[in-house]
């Protein structure tokens, strides 16, 4: 894996960066795994646009993942490793002992032919998954669930990882990406190590055309709007926004304004990421 970046032969690609790693498979994704995806353009059930500036885009299917990796006496073996273009990370085709095949997250380190297990069975070992009881206290894991066979939730874009801090009784402190120091059940599972294609965040698109193809219309700020059109708006020449802090076009306080429901789960949480 590595990073290649363009010469400056046109505009479109001067200073492109892109994340080239010769050992993915190249044929196509297993048929049996993929599904359609129609495209929303973030528009809700009712057909209302409740996220703005999405829409066009190339056309991509679904690949079917396996988060939740509760497949009894699960050992398979890694036939290959693929490009998904519906996350960051890459996927690794798994082909279990039974016959059965599924995706997973590609670990960091994962490669071909490796043996992988899931259950109390399973070694410690990348790739791996256990529950959180039968993991090493201060192991790397990823994919790691919120609550019991829901799952895996948390740190699944490339190059995230939890680390497993203290086990309790009936609780895990797990230290999330963030930095938040959270209890988690000590039956949820996790995979351990990280996950792979950490060098995607080095990655420079290099022109407009490239986020359109990943489905992302343009944003307009508020400020260069009218006075009618947003808050922000209106005035002569580049005016202040003339309001205490930031608002939505629509009045509601953004850039730091808490939404999180308080009622949810802030009682398994032990240092918050701030």
Same mark, same amino acid.
């Given at each position: 894996?590595?990073?290649?970046?363009?010469?400056?032969?046109?505009?479109?690609?001067?200073?492109?960066?892109?994340?080239?790693?010769?050992?993915?498979?190249?044929?196509?994704?297993?048929?049996?795994?993929?599904?359609? $995806?129609?495209?929303?353009?973030?528009?809700?059930?009712?057909?209302?646009?409740?996220?703005?500036?999405?829409?066009?885009?190339?056309?991509?299917?679904?690949?079917?993942?396996?988060?939740?990796?509760?497949?009894?006496?699960?050992?398979?073996?890694?036939?290959?490793?693929?490009?998904?273009?519906?996350?960051?990370?890459?996927?690794?085709?798994?082909?279990?002992?039974?016959?059965?095949?599924?995706?997973?997250?590609?670990?960091?380190?994962?490669?071909?032919?490796?043996?992988?297990?899931?259950?109390?069975?399973?070694?410690?070992?990348?790739?791996?998954?256990?529950?959180?009881?039968?993991?090493?206290?201060?192991?790397?894991?990823?994919?790691?669930?919120?609550?019991?066979?829901?799952?895996?939730?948390?740190?699944?874009?490339?190059?995230?990882?939890?680390?497993?801090?203290?086990?309790?009784?009936?609780?895990?402190?797990?230290?999330?990406?963030?930095?938040?120091?959270?209890?988690?059940?000590?039956?949820?599972?996790?995979?351990?190590?990280?996950?792979?294609?950490?060098?995607?965040?080095? $990655?420079?698109?290099?022109?407009?055309?490239?986020?359109?193809?990943?489905?992302?219309?343009?944003?307009?700020?508020?400020?260069?709007?009218?006075?009618?059109?947003?808050?922000?708006?209106?005035?002569?020449?580049?005016?202040?926004?003339?309001?205490?802090?930031?608002?939505?076009?629509?009045?509601?306080?953004?850039?730091?304004?808490?939404?999180?429901?308080?009622?949810?789960?802030?009682?398994?949480?032990?240092?918050?990421?701030?």
């Amino acid at each position: 894996m590595g990073l290649k970046q363009y010469k400056a032969n046109s505009a479109g690609i001067r200073g492109r960066i892109v994340v080239t790693d010769g050992s993915l498979a190249p044929n196509a994704p297993l048929k049996a795994l993929v599904r359609k $995806r129609s495209s929303s353009a973030g528009r809700n059930n009712l057909g209302r646009v409740t996220v703005r500036h999405r829409g066009g885009g190339v056309k991509r299917k679904f690949r079917v993942v396996d988060f939740k990796r509760n497949k009894a006496g699960g050992f398979g073996i890694v036939k290959q490793v693929e490009y998904d273009p519906n996350r960051s990370a890459n996927i690794a085709l798994i082909h279990y002992l039974d016959g059965d095949k599924r995706y997973i997250l590609a670990p960091d380190g994962l490669k071909p032919g490796q043996k992988i297990g899931e259950g109390a069975q399973a070694e410690i070992k990348t790739g791996n998954s256990l529950m959180l009881k039968d993991i090493p206290t201060g192991s790397q894991i990823h994919s790691v669930e919120f609550s019991v066979k829901n799952g895996g939730k948390i740190a699944r874009s490339a190059g995230t990882s939890c680390v497993l801090m203290a086990k309790g009784d009936e609780y895990a402190s797990v230290k999330l990406p963030s930095g938040e120091i959270r209890l988690i059940s000590l039956e949820c599972r996790a995979t351990l190590g990280s996950v792979g294609n950490g060098e995607h965040r080095n $990655r420079n698109l290099g022109k407009a055309g490239a986020k359109r193809w990943k489905g992302f219309r343009p944003t307009v700020r508020g400020s260069v709007m009218n006075a009618c059109d947003h808050p922000h708006g209106g005035g002569e020449g580049k005016a202040p926004i003339g309001r205490p802090g930031p608002v939505t076009p629509w009045g509601k306080p953004t850039l730091g304004y808490k939404t999180r429901n308080k009622r949810k789960s802030n009682r398994l949480i032990v240092r918050r990421r701030k």
